[in-house]
């Protein structure tokens, strides 16, 4: 599910109305999923910092190397974003109790808000997910299901456990919010930037949601008059060598990516076996002119360390993952010194400190 709004009429919407806007991802609020009289549910999510990697950028020869820091987003991850849009539009339903599968960041910030606006969560998590992620979840009220297998397995049980119950599904793309949520880091960067566009942006890539909502944003934008056409970055979805099924569909031209086999990585949130919107994905890629790139967990790891050590943020794997994407696109010659690139970091290391063992 997509939302979709008036872009017509969103024309009178002007970017110099954002002055004095409170720093969240609500100052964005006419171009999300909420109605007259609806209230979001929000902890401070979004509005998170764009910082200039100068020691970083400095070891690969660029110029303009810049991390989106999503872990500083209530929760510590770039779900927040996603799930604040979603519980706001349950709320504004009347459910009583939401649900989802998740590898972990998503079921914490489904509990978070979740709690937030006075509702039941239930958990779906794989039971060999990290236990903070876990624990967590249980922290802020949630019933916590474990589970046998991966999130895909965990989204079936989900699913016949749901049946009859009237719960609402917080799913990716089951349901309108999450892509909303997410897709406000790209109205954020063009901000950040003065109305600008970078010339690459690297995604982690697991559900894919924040990738396909800020690709429709660019568009919105484009539509509503804020950007000029021609301006939209090159796209790279970054996943690991041991569950890389856009890269796979990516490089052989298929249309959708089908599921991967024996899905394996230290990254949970990269552990997904089947994006639900594969095809929103890979059209995405190519339309931009991008890349998909699988990187190692072993290089993903030293990249949280030298993203840490050289720049001070806390980085979960996948934002190593998508440093170590920037290395092999410039070793290729893909990315040039002059570029400006954008480092996604969808969230913080305190919960994967096991992997710096």
Not at 197 to 207: A, E, N, S
């Amino acid at each position: 599910m997509l939302a979709r709004y008036d872009l017509k009429a969103a024309r009178s919407w002007k970017k110099e109305s954002l002055v004095g806007r409170p720093h969240s991802m609500w100052r964005y609020r006419e171009m999300l999923p909420l109605l007259a009289g609806d209230d979001p549910v929000t902890l401070g999510e979004g509005f998170t910092p764009l910082l200039h990697a100068k020691r970083l950028g400095l070891t690969l020869g660029l110029e303009r190397l810049l991390i989106k820091d999503e872990s500083l987003n209530p929760t510590n991850s770039f779900k927040a974003r996603g799930l604040s849009a979603a519980i706001s539009r349950a709320k504004a339903l009347h459910a009583e109790t939401v649900f989802l599968p998740t590898a972990g960041n998503a079921g914490n910030a489904a509990a978070a808000y979740a709690a937030a606006a006075g509702m039941k969560c239930e958990v779906f998590i794989p039971k060999d997910a990290k236990q903070p992620f876990i624990d967590e979840c249980r922290l802020y009220g949630a019933n916590v299901t474990l589970v046998d297998g991966l999130i895909t397995d965990a989204g079936r049980l989900a699913t016949e456990t749901a049946k009859g119950r009237g719960w609402y599904e917080l799913s990716t793309f089951r349901e309108a919010g999450r892509a909303e949520g997410k897709k406000t880091m790209a109205y954020e960067l063009a901000e950040q930037l003065n109305w600008t566009l970078p010339d690459w942006i690297i995604y982690p890539t697991g559900g894919g949601t924040g990738l396909v909502g800020m690709w429709k944003a660019f568009a919105e934008m484009e539509a509503i008059g804020w950007l000029a056409a021609g301006q939209r970055p090159k796209m790279v979805s970054v996943q690991t060598e041991g569950c890389a099924p856009i890269i796979r569909a990516f490089d052989s031209g298929a249309e959708t990516a089908g599921t991967w086999e024996g899905a394996h990585t230290v990254a949970d949130g990269l552990r997904v076996p089947r994006a639900i919107a594969d095809f929103l994905i890979l059209r995405a890629l190519r339309e931009s002119g991008g890349a998909a790139v699988a990187v190692s967990d072993e290089q993903m790891v030293l990249d949280m360390k030298a993203i840490g050590s050289l720049e001070g943020v806390s980085a979960a794997p996948e934002g190593g993952a998508a440093l170590s994407a920037v290395r092999a696109l410039v070793a290729a010659g893909r990315i040039k010194p002059h570029e400006t690139v954008v480092i996604f970091n969808t969230g913080g290391a305190l919960k994967y400190l096991d992997v710096l063992r």
